[in-house]
């Protein structure tokens, strides 16, 4: 068994939201589970079944590419959680939950997206899932009533199995400024960044954007969840006094 970092996103993620985090993941790397099991060519798909009935569809290719796709059976040093999916679950990095992270996993099937199509499929939900570059302000956020001077505004940004090259903040529509970013765990986990704002009095809206490490920039259209996850940049209004 392996120990991982992972940042899980749930696709149902609107902008600046909190469902995303990032947990310590023991496991088999399901790599050497399908390569002892020699998946026929045509095998596209693994799907996961769980003990409540749901299902997920996972690219074969993706779980095979070398990446730490794990059967978890421990997180943050102890057993799963059974919220979490004890006694064991999937964990993909690059996809949202929906397409990968099967909990209470009792069954991994080859197959192929053709013949099966997974839980959220139809019910209007992409069969791909791959996670988009996002970022979210964490501090400060709206009704902060903060002091003009110096202002420490960070949060998170993620391209999981891409990783976060850059993060942006502008304020008030202003000139794009470089945040700093700590030291990320992998490309594989969210990274926190930071930047110094000299406030001044009034109201003020903070906006950030992520680059990943294939120079993709976070879009500025905004999108809704469905199909395939919500795409936009995070914003917070504050008032200086
Ligand atoms: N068995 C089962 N596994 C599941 C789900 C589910 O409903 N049933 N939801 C999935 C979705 S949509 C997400 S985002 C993740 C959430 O994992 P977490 O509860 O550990 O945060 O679990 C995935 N695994
Ligand atoms: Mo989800």
Known sequence: MVERYVTLACVSNEVGGDLIGN?????????????????????????????????????????????????????????????????????V????????????????ELTSFADFDAYWVPRGWSPMGPIKTQSRIDAPRSRNNLTAGPVTV???????????????VRVDGGPWQEAALARSVSVDTWVQWSWRWDATEGRHRLQVRATDTTGEVQPEQERPPAPDGATGWHSVDVEVG
Request: charged share 20%.
């Open 23 to 91: 947990a310590r993941w023991l496991g088999v790397p399901v790599k050497e589970l399908l390569d002892e099991a020699q998946p026929l060519d045509g095998a596209d798909q693994v799907v996961g079944r769980s003990a409540d009935g749901w299902t997920c569809g996972t690219p074969t290719a993706v779980l095979r590419d070398g990446r730490d796709a794990l059967l978890a059976v421990g997180m943050n040093g102890e057993p799963l959680p059974i919220q979490h999916g004890f006694p064991a679950r999937m964990v």
């Open 93 to 108: 990095p690059g996809l949202y939950g929906y397409v990968s992270a099967c909990k209470w996993v009792t069954e991994l």
């Open 154 to 168: 960070a949060g998170v940004a993620w391209a999981q199995h891409r990783g976060i090259r850059k993060v942006e």
